[in-house]
């Protein structure tokens, strides 16, 4: 373990389900409105993992209303409460881009 991964450590997440690209995921995330902070739901198809350690993040995207919505989640941020694997789904790709354009 080099410096930079002692160093990451103690901040990562322990709780993170082990997911992959193509799967449907559920992410509980805090927003900050004012002095009043609440918890949204963004569910979607994660069409990327990037990164490790404490930059690590994944994009989902989902249909909202007739239009795509493309989020990405840092995944050891203190904001993003839980991730939930809703449906596991089979990817040939490491990265689906081509979804946005369907």
Same mark, same amino acid.
């Given at each position: 373990?080099?410096? #930079?991964?002692?160093?990451?450590?103690?901040?990562?997440?322990?709780?993170?389900?082990?997911?992959?690209?193509?799967?449907?995921?559920?992410? +509980?995330?805090? #927003?900050?409105?004012?002095?009043?902070?609440?918890?949204? #739901?963004?569910?979607?198809?994660?069409?990327?993992? /990037?990164?490790?350690?404490?930059?690590?993040?994944?994009?989902?995207?989902?249909? +909202? $209303?007739?239009?795509?919505?493309?989020?990405?989640?840092?995944?050891? +941020?203190?904001?993003?409460?839980? #991730?939930? /694997?809703? $449906?596991?789904?089979?990817?040939?790709?490491?990265?689906?881009?081509?979804?946005?354009? /369907?």
């Amino acid at each position: 373990m080099n410096l #930079i991964e002692q160093f990451e450590a103690p901040y990562l997440k322990k709780d993170l389900p082990p997911f992959r690209v193509g799967d449907t995921l559920r992410v +509980s995330f805090r #927003i900050k409105e004012g002095a009043k902070t609440r918890t949204q #739901i963004f569910e979607g198809l994660c069409m990327r993992k /990037q990164g490790r350690g404490l930059g690590a993040t994944c994009t989902l995207l989902k249909e +909202s $209303h007739g239009d795509k919505v493309e989020k990405t989640f840092p995944l050891h +941020s203190p904001t993003v409460e839980k #991730i939930v /694997q809703v $449906h596991a789904g089979k990817a040939r790709r490491a990265k689906l881009y081509y979804l946005r354009r /369907q």
